[in-house]
Structures are given as structure tokens and as C-alpha cells.
């Protein structure tokens, strides 16, 4: 196997706890809901938009934040949560080039 092949792999598995991130719908939800609301929400109002408990709208963001798709910022007694999905979608982004090359490259 190739030197280049090994590194798209090795991408592929670096890319798949990002992947599993975005496959649930909850999740897209409230990446979306925080896309348009720059300044940040709180649990409350994320559940409000989205129709989920508070409690599986938390596990939702605690999932996002490990996985480096959001951050949170603490405003008073609250928390506010905030898109920063750079870096995850870095990471995606140069998976799809390293698929890419090999496409272009076995053509």
C-alpha cells in the first residue's frame, strides 16, 4: 500500500468521530440555530427552537463540544454556546482532497 494511500486512511479515521457527529438530525438542528445566532445560545432557548428537552438538547451539546463543533461561554449563571466549527470542517475538508487526489491520481 502506498505512502499515500496509508495518510488518506489514516485521515478517514481521523475523520469519523466528525462524521458521527453530523449524522443526527438534533445535531444539524442546533449547528444550524447557532450558525444564526453569532452571539450565542443558552440551553433554554436552543430547546425552545428546537423542540427537544433540555436535558437531550445538553447531551447534544456536549457531544458538539467535544468534537470541537461548538464552545461555550460562560454569561452570568448561564452558558452560552457558540459555532466553532472551523476546525472540524479543516479536518473534513482535507479528507476530501486526500479522496480526491486519489481519484485524479487513478483516472
Avoid: W
Avoid at 8 to 16: C, D, N, P, S, V
Amino acid at each position: 500500500m502506498s505512502k499515500q494511500i496509508e495518510q488518506t486512511l489514516q485521515k478517514f479515521k481521523e475523520g469519523i468521530p466528525l462524521l458521527e457527529v453530523l449524522t443526527d438530525e438534533s445535531r444539524q438542528a442546533i449547528i444550524m440555530l447557532l450558525a444564526q445566532n453569532k452571539s450565542g445560545l443558552n440551553v433554554n432557548a436552543i430547546s425552545s427552537h428546537i423542540n427537544l428537552s433540555r436535558p437531550a438538547v445538553s447531551h447534544h451539546l456536549k457531544v458538539l463540544k467535544q468534537s470541537g463543533f461548538i464552545n461555550s461561554e460562560k454569561k452570568g449563571v448561564e452558558n452560552y454556546y457558540i459555532l466553532t466549527i472551523r476546525k472540524p470542517l479543516e479536518q473534513l475538508k482535507s479528507l476530501i482532497a486526500a479522496v480526491e487526489d486519489q481519484c485524479n491520481g487513478s483516472q
